[in-house]
């Protein structure tokens, strides 16, 4: 039997009023159930919006360095307990464990930065056109912020948003995945435990459509925080803005991976290995795209199918890659490999179902590479979640960059080349919020801005670094004269 976990509202563990529950399955072997939650509805969301409402002047006029003493003592709490967040997030999402556990410490890291931070904030002081004349800015809080975010990186993303939310005074409504919501819970239990007054965060687990729309309706709320597919994030951005919310919406990739005449096919393969089968390909910034040059092309195949044909795949604590999330993401991408092929892609290594004893019951799925791919292709157009790698000739540098733009996202973008001229190039023409020169598209330090363009992003507000803080922040411009 495995545990129901509770709500978090106003400080208390309370059951849904549906008295409904979800029970979530490991991926890689679904008969187990791994834990189960409360199936919430608007109704729970809205006790919870209230508490948050009542909350939220007291925490508000709570001084920074406070809010940074709590942030730290739940980072340092998640820290004690990495090996157990560790074993959720592999048991719940799937992904190998080196990658949960390096996952699991970004939070903590997050925790720790932003505790720092908390300190820092304040405003800034002008000299004033006239004499006797105090003319100074403040940071306030915006209120109540509503974080709604996705499977993939199931403590990482909630981490980046409810950190800079609460430094910055914001008291916070939060609706986990339902397919990995378990670290979720285990954030609140720590800044519980860490003094945070009752109130401030409030978790309530459950369908998006029914506890993530009343956050984001609600008037309770003044900030809408989303991360997730560019299908739901745009229908989020057009009902925040309707309800006059702050919003910013963080949503799908289709990231190339650009590969120069100069490059080392075997350097840039690994490159493309890591960031396009890296955690199964889930990543909203991994490699879909290998943009190649006809001159190092048929090396670089040769290179990349080595590699995917030689991924150890298998449950997460024991193999290099872990299964898809669920049966709806594995069906999807084997979906993927069907289409392509119909297309006229050739598929060059796995795109299969594996066999073994380990992997007979899991959503496990062989790591493709597609040749003779041309970017109209869905294959090159459309985010497929999981790990397959398109790969596209190009003749110079001009059609690499032309094709790297040609789709609607603009997440991540890489290329790999000796020359400057072409690096600086890319940095400056790539279509990409991210972009990384002779480096994988996957991988963020958490001191800088990220977010997308195009349609991988709303280009409201950036997450992390100083920039995540921008958003959970109003300042204010005051004229004090004497
Ligand atoms: P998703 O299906 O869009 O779901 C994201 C969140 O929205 C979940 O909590 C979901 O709840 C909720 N939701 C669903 N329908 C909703 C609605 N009508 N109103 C309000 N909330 C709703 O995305 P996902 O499958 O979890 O995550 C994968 C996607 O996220 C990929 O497209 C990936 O590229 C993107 N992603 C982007 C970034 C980035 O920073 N750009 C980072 C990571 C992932 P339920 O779980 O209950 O359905
Ligand atoms: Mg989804």
Redesign the pocket.
């Known amino acids: 039997m495995s545990d129901t976990a509770k709500n978090y509202v106003n400080g208390e563990w309370v059951e849904s009023e549906t008295g409904e529950t979800i029970d979530v399955q490991n991926p890689a072997n679904p008969s187990e159930t791994v834990a189960t939650y409360q199936k919430s509805d608007g109704s729970d969301a809205k006790e919870a919006v209230e508490a948050a409402v009542a909350a939220k002047a007291e925490w508000a006029n709570t001084p920074g360095p406070e809010r940074g003493r709590i942030l730290r003592e739940a980072g340092t709490l998640l820290g004690q307990r990495k090996e157990e967040l560790t074993d959720k997030l592999v048991a719940e999402e799937g992904k190998a464990r080196g990658e949960a556990s390096g996952e699991v410490q970004r939070a903590i890291d997050i925790f720790h930065y932003f505790s720092a931070k908390a300190s820092d904030l304040g405003g800034t002081v002008k000299g004033a056109s006239g004499q006797n004349t105090n003319l100074y800015t403040r940071e306030m809080p915006v209120g109540v912020a509503a974080l709604?975010?996705?499977?993939?990186?199931p403590i990482a993303?909630p981490a980046w948003k409810l950190a800079p939310a609460l430094a910055a005074g914001n008291a916070v409504v939060l609706?986990?995945?339902?397919?990995a919501p378990g670290v979720v819970i285990e954030i609140a239990r720590a800044l519980d435990e860490a003094g945070l007054p009752d109130g401030v965060l409030n978790v309530v687990t459950?369908?998006?459509?029914a506890?993530?729309?009343e956050?984001?309706e609600n008037e309770g709320t003044d900030a809408v925080s989303?991360?997730?597919?560019?299908?739901?994030?745009e229908?989020?951005y057009e009902?925040a803005t309707d309800a006059g919310k702050r919003v910013q919406t963080?949503?799908?990739?289709k990231n190339p991976t650009v590969v120069m005449d100069s490059a080392d096919p075997a350097e840039a393969a690994d490159i493309v290995a890591n960031g396009g089968f890296g955690t199964t390909g889930?990543?909203?910034?991994a490699c879909s795209r290998a943009i190649v040059h006809e001159d190092v092309y048929d090396e670089f195949v040769d290179e990349l199918v080595d590699r995917a044909e030689s991924i150890d795949i298998g449950p997460g604590n024991e193999h290099e890659m872990g299964p898809q999330v669920s049966e709806d993401e594995l069906n999807s991408t084997l979906e993927y490999v069907d289409i392509a092929q119909d297309e006229g892609a050739t598929l060059a290594a796995g795109g299969g179902v594996p066999e073994g004893d380990d992997v007979e019951e899991g959503y496990f799925v062989e790591p493709a590479v597609f040749t003779d791919v041309t970017n109209d292709m869905r294959i090159a157009q459309e985010?497929v979640?999981g790990p397959v790698v398109a790969v596209i000739k190009v003749s110079d540098f001009e059609e690499g960059l032309d094709v790297a733009n040609d789709v609607e996202y603009g997440?991540s973008a890489s290329v790999v080349t000796d020359d400057h001229t072409e690096a600086n190039r890319f940095v400056e023409e790539a279509e990409a919020g991210v972009v990384k020169v002779n480096d994988k598209t996957t991988g963020l330090e958490l001191h800088v801005p990220?977010?997308?363009v195009k349609r991988?992003?709303s280009e409201t507000w950036r997450?992390q670094g100083d920039a995540g803080l921008d958003f959970y922040t109003i300042e204010k411009t005051v004229y004090d004269s004497y």
């Not at 989303?226 to 994030?233: E, I, N």
Request: glycine share 18%; aromatic share 12%; with cysteine.
């Open positions: 709604v975010t996705p499977w993939n990186y993303i609706k986990p995945a339902s397919l459950g369908p998006g459509s506890v993530g729309s956050f984001i989303f991360t997730g597919s560019s299908q739901v994030g229908m989020v009902q963080e949503l799908g990739g889930q990543s909203c910034t985010e979640f997440l990220f977010g997308g991988s992003s997450e």
